[in-house]
């Protein structure tokens, strides 16, 4: 951001307008993003490449809906999504910054794409090397103590016994990585 703004303030407003539009419609995929590595992790150590590679191409088509319809908003609704940083702008400088933010939404429109495809994809790879989910898969699939998640009131044994030691351990390991 430093270098735009040497360019001229105009163009900084209108980068940091498109920036905040894009993150707000991004963060959503981060989350996805998460859940896709874990989940890969989980079915590949429990021996189901199969299905680690369905989530993979599952969070892509939903992931790429969700971006596409976005992308869609950026380039037709672009007056809308800018109505509201343009209600205490000043107006000599907002008709300016407000065709500079339109342009770079349309650029995000594209740009957000091809990064969610990225994110998705490397998601999945993080979970295929993860190894802190490779043994908790490999684990908690094949009914250890942990295969109870951790608040869900599945504890196998009495607080204070041998075992729930054993469970408080095991989901420690699996959940706290």
Do not use: K
Request: with cysteine; charged share 10%; glycine share 12%.
């Amino acid at each position: 951001m430093v270098i735009v703004g040497r360019i001229g303030t105009a163009e900084l407003a209108a980068s940091g307008i498109a920036f905040n539009l894009n993150m707000i419609v991004f963060m959503p995929m981060v989350g996805l993003a998460v859940a896709v590595s874990s989940l890969v992790g989980r079915y590949l150590g429990a021996g189901r490449p199969e299905t680690a590679e369905r989530v993979v191409g599952s969070a892509l088509a939903m992931s790429f809906a969700y971006m596409t319809a976005c992308g869609v908003l950026y380039v037709l609704g672009a007056p809308l999504l800018l109505a509201p940083y343009g209600m205490e702008a000043d107006p000599a400088t907002w008709p300016r910054i407000a065709v500079i933010a339109t342009v770079l939404l349309r650029f995000v429109a594209v740009y957000s794409i091809f990064d969610m495809m990225n994110l998705i994809h490397a998601a999945g790879l993080r979970g295929r090397v993860t190894p802190c989910t490779r043994w908790c898969s490999r684990s908690c699939s094949r009914g250890s103590p942990c295969s109870a998640r951790p608040g869900s009131g599945a504890s196998p044994s009495a607080p204070g016994s041998t075992s729930h030691g054993l469970w408080r351990a095991g989901t420690w390991r699996c959940w706290g990585c």
